[in-house]
């Protein structure tokens, strides 16, 4: 891969350890992806912030980064933690864990990557505009990005993020490239989605079975839609969609076949102790949804900090911020089983926490 003399400079250790460990990692990657240079980004997001899912050896790598007293070029902002960081004890989070999560937001913070601690930076001031050259982490926003926003970025780990971030640059290839961005095949909806839990079912069923870049045919979607279906796609492998499908030949239908195939596969129980809403975080016509419905059951809504700020909590309904249902511990608190209407927390609910969920609708979950 080229690399300027800036560039050479810092590989050489000229701006220090931390510096260099972050272009090795830019130059390891570029060099197995096949990326020609680096190029500048504008806006970068970091994933990979839970203790939950980074433990100790992520706790301890982070503090040696920050030590070396690296920050970040360019806008950074941070996906969420294990904890709501203000209100973690009052919902029952223990204390062992919440210091380590809080060592985490520190080591970061000490880079100045922006805490923000949402998977949904795009609602939180992290916006790209239409081919602005960005490394996001997340894959739910990574999708969103690149199809819903036109902003152009890989999905990448949460370690390369930060790299990128501390560098300002990112390895050029992928999703960076033209040639890459073009729809591969057309998916024809011979269902009509009605709710966001199904549009999250059928972005995880297409993610599940195909590779490429789908676009979606029969299908008017809002926004609240459009996250959702990003959010079930990127469980799979698939980092970019669109809804021009003219011209494409190959053509895979989804139908009410593949919708309720995918219901019953990630459902596991009809029982929940508390309906989990905000995967990814909710938006505030999604909040404010929840509180007019005022339901008679515990609900907790997560979002990001700056949303969870402009509602009162009302009847049952709790607002989480800086967390969510899957890279909290919510086995500690006692919980066994959730609602959901997102099939990304439906799946990860179950394979990372073995915890039961019931994914349906809102409109089911709050009846
Ligand atoms: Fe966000 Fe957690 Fe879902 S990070 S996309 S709410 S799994």
Redesign the pocket.
């Known amino acids: 891969m080229f690399l300027t003399r800036e560039e050479e400079a810092i590989l050489d250790g000229e701006m220090g350890e931390g510096m260099r460990k972050a272009m090795e990692l830019l130059v390891a990657m570029g060099d197995i992806k096949g990326a020609e240079k680096l190029v500048p980004v504008s806006r970068v997001h970091v994933?990979g912030v839970s203790y939950k899912t980074i433990g100790e050896a992520g706790l301890e790598f982070l503090r040696e980064l920050a030590d070396t007293g690296v920050g970040a070029r360019v806008l950074a902002t941070l996906?969420?933690t294990g904890i709501d960081l203000e209100n973690w004890a009052k919902l029952g989070f223990e204390e062992s864990f919440a210091s380590k999560q809080l060592g985490i937001v520190e080591a970061y913070t000490r880079m100045n990557i922006i805490p923000s601690c949402t998977?949904?930076p795009y609602l939180s001031g992290n916006l790209p505009g239409k081919d602005e050259i960005i490394s996001w982490a997340?894959?739910?926003a990574v999708v969103f990005a690149n199809s819903v926003l036109g902003a152009r970025t890989n999905r990448e780990s949460g370690v390369l993020a930060l790299a990128c971030a501390l560098v300002g640059k990112a390895p050029c290839y992928g999703l960076h490239l033209d040639e890459n961005r073009v729809p591969t095949f057309r998916v024809r909806v011979e269902t009509e989605p009605m709710s966001e839990a199904d549009f999250s079912a059928m972005g995880y069923y297409v993610g599940k079975h195909y590779e490429g870049i789908p676009a979606f045919e029969g299908i008017s979607p809002g926004i609240d839609e459009l996250k959702a279906l990003s959010?079930g796609l990127g469980v799979g492998k698939v980092n970019m969609f669109s809804l021009d499908y003219e011209g494409i030949q190959e053509t895979v239908s989804f139908g009410k076949e593949e919708l309720r195939e995918t219901y019953e596969e990630l459902n596991t129980s009809e029982d929940v102790d508390v309906v989990c809403i905000?995967?990814?975080?909710c938006s505030l016509q999604e909040i404010g949804g929840v509180l007019r419905r005022n339901p008679g059951k515990d609900v907790w809504v997560?979002t990001g900090r700056q949303n969870a700020g402009l509602f009162r909590e009302k009847g049952r309904v709790r607002i989480i911020k800086d967390t969510?249902?899957?890279?909290s511990p919510l086995e500690d608190l006692g919980i066994e089983a959730i609602g959901v209407n997102?099939a990304?927390?439906a799946f990860?609910a179950s394979h990372l926490s073995d915890i039961e969920v019931r994914f349906d609708s809102l409109e089911n979950l709050l009846k």
């Open positions: 994933s996906n969420p998977c949904t997340e894959s739910s959010a905000g995967c990814p975080h997560f969510c249902m899957v890279v997102s990304k927390a990860y």
